[in-house]
């Protein structure tokens, strides 16, 4: 532990900075947006403390608090009321609007469907009634990743 408490006290602010710009380019080549940066943040946070003089000790005990909180603030303000528009649970998808857009060849009642968002499944009549390209219809069901479609109900 000594030795640990040592290295941390012999790390300059710059290190601390390279520390941080190195996690950041991490996350940028693996993809990750949701914890990498927040540790680089950490880190960050971390260096600044160097530039008041705080001993190595409590530099150590601050970065998890500082992981954590910036883990909280991140979900309580930056993603705060913003749906995710692309990604959709399949389970939404039951008694919403369905647009046929592409008919299987060998079922006529088997297709493909779009929801409101753009995104494409794999769609069937409830009925094996024949489906219309460029009709809407309503989920009732979801079968894996079948959505079992029926009729919109006038009205």
Not at 22 to 37: N, V
Not at 56 to 85: C, D, H, V, W
Not at 90 to 113: C, P, T
Not at 132 to 151: A, F, H, P, Q, W
Request: charged fraction near 20%; aromatic fraction near 12%; hydrophobic fraction near 50%.
């Amino acid at each position: 532990m000594d030795f640990l408490l040592l290295f941390i006290d012999s790390l300059q602010v710059w290190h601390f900075l390279l520390i941080a710009l190195f996690i950041l380019i991490i996350s940028t080549i693996i993809g990750d947006t949701d914890i990498l940066p927040w540790i680089a943040l950490s880190v960050f946070l971390v260096g600044l403390l160097e530039l008041v003089n705080v001993s190595a000790t409590f530099q150590l005990i601050s970065l998890p608090f500082f992981i954590i909180f910036s883990l909280i603030l991140s979900r309580k303000y930056i993603y705060m009321g913003e749906e995710n528009k692309i990604a959709e649970d399949i389970s939404a998808l039951k008694n919403q609007r369905i647009r046929v857009v592409k008919l299987n060849d060998a079922f006529e009642y088997k297709g493909e469907g779009v929801s409101s968002n753009g995104k494409r499944w794999n769609v069937y009549h409830v009925s094996k009634m024949p489906l219309e390209v460029d009709t809407y219809y309503s989920c009732k069901e979801i079968e894996g990743l079948n959505l079992i479609i029926d009729n919109l109900e006038e009205g």
